[in-house]
């Protein structure tokens, strides 16, 4: 999107400058002073969105590198257990299914919060074998503690998220307002310089949205083929 943005702010850079070179035909056509201004503002707000959409994405990366930084300690917890309860267990399957919990860094959140819980309650049950077989006491608390974290990380991330998508929404809005406000001015334009295209060509589009550039590319590529395939 960041490459549609920059095209759309560009093209009405040029068109507002373009405006603002004929201001009496202008405003004989319904596009006053006013109305110019105001298409300024709508420019300043669309970077001034986009400035903020590009910070809530940094957002959403800084907590899911927090999350991912608990999820790795997790995983470190999980397997300091699960290795004293393959030693406390050796003989007893039955026991040691408790201890079968599959956590990757992949794994959602909430299926670790779960999972963490569930190794938490069986672990308080078998504390003293579980210790004697190389689990640390401490390990106890860290389980608690690490809940905790990652609750409150999966919650961080996903209220940035809700704020990258809300910043989304409203450049995407403004993108809409200023097309419109263009297509405004260009057909103005048409009316006012009718007799004059030197003048009129000063309104057309100066860049090209992406679809019509891969549209265009396509086209010469056939033709090329073409040409080769036929002597």
Known sequence: MSKEIDRVLEEA?????????FPTEMTGVCITAEKVTDFGTQIETLRNKDATFHDSKQQVSQ????QRSVIAD????FQRVKNAADIAFVDDPVALKAYRLSIKPTTAASKIITSLAHLKESATANKDVLIQSGMKPADLDEMDTLISSLTESENNQEDSKHVRTTHRLEMGA???????TMFIIRKAAAIAFQDKPE???QF????????SVKTETTTETTTTTTTETNP
């Open 13 to 21: 850079n040029v068109l507002q400058t373009t405006t603002q070179k």
């Open 63 to 66: 907590k899911s590198g927090e």
């Open 74 to 77: 997790v995983i470190k917890l």
């Open 174 to 180: 403004m993108v809409k307002e200023i097309n419109k």
């Open 199 to 201: 003048i009129l060509q």
């Open 204 to 211: 057309k589009p100066v860049t090209r949205k992406k679809s």
